[in-house]
Structure formats: C-alpha cells, structure tokens
C-alpha cells in the first residue's frame, strides 16, 4: 500500500485533525444552533483570516514550479474575491456587524497566531511549505462540511457557510492542493518533509484553537 505525503501528514496530526473536523462549533452550525454572539465574533475573525490567506494564495503562485500549477492557484484567488466576499457582506448585514468590525476588528489570540504562521510561510517558506498551510486550511475546512446532513438549517448565515465548503468546486479544489503538494511532497529530501510535517502540525493547531476561541 502506498501512502501519499498528504494521508502521512495527516495522520502525524492527530488527535488534533479529528477534533478540528468533528468540532462542536461544525456540528452545531448542522442545526443552525451556533449562538448569533458566537457566529459574529467568530466570522468577524474569520474575514480577517481570509485576507492573509489571499496573500498566501499569491504567494503560492509566485513559488510555483509551473505554470499549470499558478493557473489552478490563481482559479481558487477568483473565488475568494467573489463568492465568498459577498457571504461576508451579507451575513454581516443579518449580524448586525458594524463598520469597524468588518475592517479592523481587535485580533483574538488564535487569529494572530494562525496569521503570524501564514505570513512566516508567505515571507520565508518554500513551494511545499505554502502549500502545507494551504493545504491544511482547505482539506479541513472540507472534511468538517462534508459531514452535513442533506436537510441544512433555514438561517442562509449558517446553511451558505456549509455550502461553501462542500460543493463540488471546493472539492475538486481541495482535491488539486492535495495532488499538487502529494507531487511536491515526492521530491523532497527528509529535512524538508519534516519542516513540512512541523507546519501541518502547527496549521492543524491554530484550526483547532480558531473554533475554541468562539466556542464556550
Ligand atoms: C480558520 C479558517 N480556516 C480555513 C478556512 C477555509 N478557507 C479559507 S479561505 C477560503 C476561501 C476559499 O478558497 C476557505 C474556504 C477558513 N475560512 N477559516
């Protein structure tokens, strides 16, 4: 049997991995029961994740061996800057989120932790270090969506963030940054494999510790 870097990294992850994808936070936004308070601060800190996120998403374009890989990367940048910008907006309005909250919300702990990580991938790591943080951002916030009922909560706040992170899309997304870093992850020495399973490790953390801060 042969195991891909990806399932390697993974599996060094844990327990945090599985406590990250069956959080209580993800399975109370299944029945639409993540208190408004919580919803707020935690999509509030969420739109402040995603903007660092974007500049590691640029960044992976700027270190990619190819240019096939660049033209996958810069296809998931359209997404963030469209689709998901208009969630934000509106689930803001429904929220009742003011001016300064959207723009320049006071950081919790977890997000300044996760953007010091990012930005430390984004200035001084390579191809596969970028393509871990990414990789465990993106196949996480999937593995947790893809245990959802098919009857999703009324409130679009809760069902459309589900969706997001579910469709068809998003998987076949996630399914490229695992192939690309599994392709990556084949030629590195055991040095840099390591650097890698310290991020993944360190990523998987900070997703875990993001849902803590806004669970009870
Ligand atoms: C803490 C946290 N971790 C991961 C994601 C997932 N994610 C980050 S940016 C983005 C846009 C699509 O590529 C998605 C789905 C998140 N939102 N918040």
Known sequence: MTETFTDWLRQRSEPDWTA???????????????????????????FQFVDDFLALLGSGIA???????????????????SEEN???????????????????????EATVAFRELMRDANERG?????LTVLTVAEWSYLEWAVRAPDALPDDFVHSEW?????????????????GELDRVGAELDER??????????QATRCE?????????
Request: charged share 25%; aromatic share 14%; hydrophobic share 40%.
């Open 20 to 46: 990250v994808i069956g959080h209580p936070f993800t399975q109370a936004l299944f029945t639409g029961q993540v208190p408004a308070d919580s919803m707020r601060s935690y999509l509030v800190q969420d």
């Open 63 to 81: 270190k990619a061996d190819r240019y096939s890989s660049r033209l996958a990367i810069a296809g998931s940048v359209g997404v963030v800057t």
């Open 86 to 108: 208009t969630y934000f907006r509106r689930a803001f309005d429904a929220l009742g989120v003011g001016e300064s909250d959207r723009v320049r919300p006071e950081l919790d």
């Open 126 to 130: 390579s191809y596969a270090e970028v």
């Open 162 to 178: 589900i969706t997001l992170h579910n469709n068809p899309d998003f998987q076949a997304w996630v399914r490229w940054l695992r």
């Open 192 to 201: 840099e494999r390591a650097r890698c399973l310290r991020l993944f490790q």
């Open 208 to 216: 875990l510790d993001f849902f803590n801060a806004h669970w009870p």
